[in-house]
């Protein structure tokens, strides 16, 4: 069993930044490729950003390319999502997620954290 435990959220005005942080326990985190995925309310959960196990390889949803970045720290168990020059249509529950096996920007991880909530306001 994995845990992921994810932290950070909060209000935030627009042109702001957030720093997300998803805390793993459970499986060797140093080995599993981590992902972010956002679902706003009535919409389904959307890919936002990946990272392969060893940091060298990330992968972005377009509508964030160039404003967030993620990255993480095999030595904490933790992956991060520093989120800048926030926008309204960024508001949404935003979950980090963990799989052994490819980069995929797909809804195909198999351990889920709860989420932390991202509101941006106009």
């Known amino acids: 069993q994995v845990q992921l435990v994810e932290s950070g959220g909060g209000l935030v005005q627009a042109g702001g930044s957030l720093r997300l942080s998803c805390a793993a326990s459970?499986?060797?985190?140093?080995?599993?490729?981590m992902g972010w995925f956002r679902q706003a309310p009535g919409k389904e959960r959307e890919f936002v950003a990946a990272?392969?196990?060893?940091?060298?390889?990330?992968y972005y949803a377009d509508s964030v390319k160039g404003r967030f970045t993620i990255s993480r720290d095999n030595a904490k168990n933790t992956v991060y999502l520093q989120m800048n020059s926030l926008k309204p249509e960024d508001t949404a529950a935003y979950h980090c997620?963990?799989?052994?096996?490819?980069?995929?920007?797909?809804?195909?991880?198999?351990?889920w954290g709860q989420g932390t909530q991202v509101t941006v306001s106009s």
């Open positions: 459970g499986r060797t985190f140093s080995s599993a490729a």
């Open positions: 990272i392969n196990w060893s940091g060298g390889t990330t």
């Open positions: 997620a963990a799989k052994w096996g490819l980069l995929s920007n797909k809804v195909d991880y198999n351990y």
